[in-house]
């Protein structure tokens, strides 16, 4: 069992390729990071194992099963995905816009104008999982960045998922919430679930991951346990070298810039 790339290319049809030779395995239990400078192709590479990119070249397999033979709600219920940017907000509450997920995934009847005790019990434990319990009520466009992030997030766990694909789900978020987020993905994965994860932070990326992936022009570079994968020499072939690293014992370096 695994949402398995392989040999992945994909381009927006402009002949210069955003992702070439990509092989990745996603399996249960595991909580992979995935980072790299802008214009990598991190969200080109969640959005091809999400289906929603058709890439050029190579397949992408949900248990073995090529992604487009899974029927859309079936996958919903497998397979979750958060984008990088969601577009204006829709004038729902903050109950209604994680019932979606819930709904998408077919907790409670898809065709109920009011969602059945199934979805509610749903949409209240993905919000309590994000700590936004107490928005329930508020709309959607009313809320803070990163009050907006939070739920967008609980609307995807409301799918109740086995994988979980988060484009920079901790954007726009407060350290605390950075850490609590990121330690309830850290949970899920102990529970058996799969989560990669794009992260612009190391730091928080070496804290709670298993592996660091990172992808460097359209090609996967390096894959490994964070204390591999942090090393001066690759970071600044990859990032430049505005950053420095402050060893720590036993313990993953810390990226600092500098
Ligand atoms: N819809 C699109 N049409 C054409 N080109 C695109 C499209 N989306 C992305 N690109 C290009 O593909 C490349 C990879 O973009 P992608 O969004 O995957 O990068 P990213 O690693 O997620 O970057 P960031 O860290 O800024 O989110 C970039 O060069 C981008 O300009
Ligand atoms: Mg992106």
Known sequence: MALAAENLRADYGEG?????????????????ALAGPNGAGKSTLLRCLAGLHLPQAGRVLLDGRPLAAIPPRR???ILGYLPQEVGPAFPFTVAEAVALGARVAGHGRWFETRPGRECREAVRRALEQV???????????????????????ASVLAQEPRYLLLDEPAAMLDLHH??????????????????????HDLNLAATFADEILILDRHILRA??????VLREELL????GERLELLPRPGRAPAVLPR
């Open 236 to 239: 600044h072939e990859v990032f």
């Open 75 to 77: 996958r919903a219920r």
């Open 131 to 153: 700590d936004a319990l107490d928005l329930e009520e508020r709309l959607l466009g009313e809320l803070s960045g990163g009050e907006r992030r939070r739920v967008l997030v």
């Open 223 to 228: 894959r490994g346990a964070p204390a591999e």
């Open 178 to 199: 950075q850490a609590w987020l990121f330690s309830l993905f850290r949970r899920f994965c102990r529970e058996g679930l799969a989560v990669l994860c794009v992260t």
């Open 16 to 32: 210069s390729p955003v992702l070439e030779g990509v092989d990745l395995a996603l399996e249960p239990g595991r909580f992979l």
